[in-house]
Every structure is written in structure tokens, then in C-alpha cells.
């Protein structure tokens, strides 16, 4: 089974507008980490924002934030005020266990993000 | 500063050659990673790194060759690649690659074309 599902292949977004991208999860393991990574077409995987499954409250960076519903085993990103620089590829990841070695992510399929001006 | 640095950023190699992938970070971080991404597809993890040994090989074909010189540089030694080894190649580095919070940094990845 996928540990990691997006569903969404690909959106649009208007300018200016807010955005949401989906992702569950698959665990068992009480202790894990979701992080949300945009890719966009020169290919660097950027850091956007990390949940922890132990933080009471919903993780923000900026223009981003992280819907985390742990008994949905959800960890939805949500954009801001969307600008035509937010194109780009986005993966949702978990990292399972406080004794990780190899720190491993488990990456989802992607959403393909598209702001129109 | 979170900057992870990857030369080259373009390769174009012929299925006999040698080529080498570098990395370099400058955040002291103790854990390093090469992933191949295809496109369209999510990374996929190749090795990583942990105090510079390695902690994790994923089955990778022999044709590829890690390499930690030390705690800032990881290698990835290329030698008889086959077409479908085209990828973009990313290099990571992580604070130590055991606690669940350490966040992995990317660098901008290397887009190798095999001939």
C-alpha cells in the first residue's frame, strides 16, 4: 500500500488566490515527520514546511501552512496569496520512527501546481 | 544558510566513459544522500552517508560508486551507465540522519544524459 498519497496530479490556481494541496499518510508508527517540498522546472527540491506528529499546533512558514489532521492522517499544504512563482511541483513526505537511520523519506506522486495570472 | 552545492549541472556521457557526480555542503551536517529522480517521478534514494560512512546502499547497480571524502563532500562515481541511468541526480544533506525532525536539504541536482 502507499505510504505517501497526493491525489491531485495537477491544479490550477488564480493569482492571488489560496490553494490546497492533499496529502495522506500511512503509518503506524506514533512517532513520524511529514515535510512538503517544491520542485520547480530547474529541478532543486526546496524545503517548505515540517509537521511533526507530536505538535499540537498546525506548522506555518510564511505563505504556508500545513492542515494536520492526525486522525485523518492528513497533512494538507495550503498556499496563500498564490504567485506566479509557486509553479512548480510539490511533494508531501513522511519520515517514520524516532530512530530512523538514514533519516529515510517516503515521498508521495507529486501535484503539479500551476498559477494562472 | 541551507545551501547544498552539486557540479556539474548538465553531463552528457557515452555508455563507455567515467564521470563524477560532486556535492558539497557547509551546514555541518553529518548525513548525506544521493537520490536519481526520473521524471515525472518522486525521488528515489540511492545511498546515504551517516559520519561519513555508509549506512545505506538501495540496491543500486555497481556501475554507480558512492564516495564521502569527508563530512562535506559526497561523490557519486559514474563508470558504464546504460541510457535508462539518464536522470536528474540530487544530493542531500540532513543535521545527522537519526532524529525524526532533521529536515533533508536538496541540492539543484545534476540532469545526466546517458548516450
Known amino acids: 500500500a502507499q505510504k505517501i498519497t497526493q491525489t491531485q496530479p495537477g491544479m490550477f490556481v488564480q493569482e492571488k488566490e489560496a490553494v490546497t494541496l492533499d496529502c495522506t499518510y500511512d503509518?503506524?508508527?506514533?512517532?513520524?515527520?511529514l515535510f512538503w517540498y517544491k520542485q520547480p522546472s530547474s529541478g532543486e527540491m526546496i524545503f517548505l514546511i515540517y509537521?511533526?506528529?507530536?505538535?499540537?499546533q498546525n506548522a506555518t512558514e510564511g505563505r504556508y501552512s500545513l492542515n494536520f489532521q492526525k486522525a485523518r492522517k492528513s497533512a494538507n499544504l495550503v498556499i496563500s496569496a498564490s504567485q506566479l512563482g509557486d509553479s512548480a511541483m510539490y511533494f508531501c513526505?513522511?519520515?517514520?520512527?524516532?530512530?530512523?537511520?538514514?533519516?529515510?523519506?517516503?515521498f508521495g506522486g507529486g501535484t503539479r501546481l500551476m498559477v494562472k495570472p | 544558510d541551507t545551501e547544498v552545492t552539486q557540479t556539474p549541472k548538465h553531463l552528457v556521457m557515452g555508455m563507455t566513459n567515467k564521470k563524477s557526480l560532486k556535492c558539497e555542503q557547509h551546514?555541518?551536517?553529518?548525513?548525506m544522500y544521493w537520490y536519481k529522480q526520473k521524471a515525472k517521478k518522486p525521488p528515489e534514494l540511492m545511498f546515504v552517508?551517516?559520519?561519513?560512512?555508509?549506512?545505506i546502499n538501495e540496491s543500486v547497480p555497481s556501475r554507480f560508486s558512492p564516495e564521502c571524502p569527508n563530512s562535506s563532500l559526497l561523490n557519486l562515481h559514474l563508470h558504464a551507465l546504460q541510457p535508462e541511468d539518464s536522470a536528474l541526480y540530487l544530493c542531500?544533506?540532513?543535521?545527522?540522519?537519526?532524529?525524526?525532525?532533521?529536515?533533508?536539504?536538496f541540492g539543484p541536482g545534476t540532469r545526466l544524459t546517458v548516450l
Open positions: 542531500a544533506s540532513s543535521h545527522s540522519g537519526l532524529r525524526s525532525t532533521d529536515t533533508q536539504y
Open positions: 509537521q511533526g506528529s507530536y505538535d499540537q
Open positions: 503509518t503506524s508508527d506514533p512517532s513520524y515527520g
Open positions: 552517508y551517516s559520519y561519513e560512512k555508509l549506512s
Open positions: 513526505a513522511m519520515r517514520e520512527g524516532p530512530n530512523n537511520a538514514g533519516n529515510m523519506l517516503t
Open positions: 551546514m555541518g551536517h553529518r548525513a
